[in-house]
T-cell receptor, first 113, second 116 residues
Framework: DQQVKQNSPSLSVQEGRISILNCDYT??????FLWYKKYPAEGPTFLIS?????DKNEDGRFTVFLNKSAKHLSLHIVPSQPGDSAVYFC????????????FGTGTRLQVTL | DSGVTQTPKHLITATGQRVTLRCSPR?????VYWYQQSLDQGLQFLIH???????AKGNILERFSAQQFPDLHSELNLSSLELGDSALYFC???????????????FGAGTRLSVL
């Protein structure tokens, strides 16, 4: 039972353009969402998060949007840079459990010159 | 550098054997989490320890066990290893792990386990 889904295994974007990575979830109890970036041979690195009481959170070039009614979130990277090439994981948790993160399977982003 | 240290980086062993993976959390973090990532899969939660006590279990096999020591480092023990246990094993830590904290977890670089 995949509660967090990233339906695009890969995405290629030109440098300078916008990258949009999508994530869908099924568990309506999730109220905190995170994006992680992972380079080969490294662990996931926290990027940005959003609480379910918000619909948008920005941090520099990264913006996360949350649509609770659609159970959908997206990560926008503007402008995309070659160093952004990595695997991006969406994760979700339930506040009050202080416990596990439920991860999607990841989207591999390649930013081309 | 996340501040979370995992050793060893790579481990090659045979079926039926037992291995121990080690994790040192970030300084000050009380919670340690273990995740398994099999090929092309997302990270699957295994177990969570907070200040030495087990807090939650995921789909962790009975052949697997973990503990968190008084100095807060954690070990994940995998026994009677099977080919299907080959995976990346990640440890993560977070500051509080209590019921009120938003759960940002910081990950180590992982241990790649190969069972031959």
């Amino acid at each position: 039972d995949q509660q967090v889904k990233q339906n695009s295994p890969s995405l290629s974007v030109q440098e300078g353009r916008i990258s949009i990575l999508n994530c869908d979830y099924t568990n309506s109890m999730f109220d905190y969402f995170l994006w992680y970036k992972k380079y080969p041979a490294e662990g996931p690195t926290f990027l940005i998060s959003i609480s379910s009481i918000k619909d948008k959170n920005e941090d520099g070039r990264f913006t996360v949007f949350l649509n609770k009614s659609a159970k959908h979130l997206s990560l926008h990277i503007v402008p995309s840079q070659p160093g952004d090439s990595a695997v991006y994981f969406c994760a979700a948790s339930v506040t009050g459990t202080a416990s596990k993160l439920t991860f999607g399977t990841g989207t591999r982003l390649q930013v081309t010159l | 550098d996340s501040g979370v240290t995992q050793t060893p980086k790579h481990l090659i062993t045979a079926t039926g054997q037992r291995v121990t993976l080690r994790c040192s959390p970030r300084s000050g973090d009380l919670s340690v989490y273990w995740y398994q990532q099999s090929l092309d899969q997302g990270l699957q939660f295994l177990i969570h320890y907070y200040n030495g006590e087990e807090r939650a279990k995921g789909n962790i096999l009975e052949r697997f066990s973990a503990q968190q020591f008084p100095d807060l480092h954690s070990e994940l023990n995998l026994s009677s290893l099977e080919l299907g246990d080959s995976a990346l094993y990640f440890c993560a830590s977070s500051m509080r792990g209590d019921l009120r904290a938003k759960n940002i977890q910081y990950f180590g670089a992982g241990t790649r386990l190969s069972v031959l």
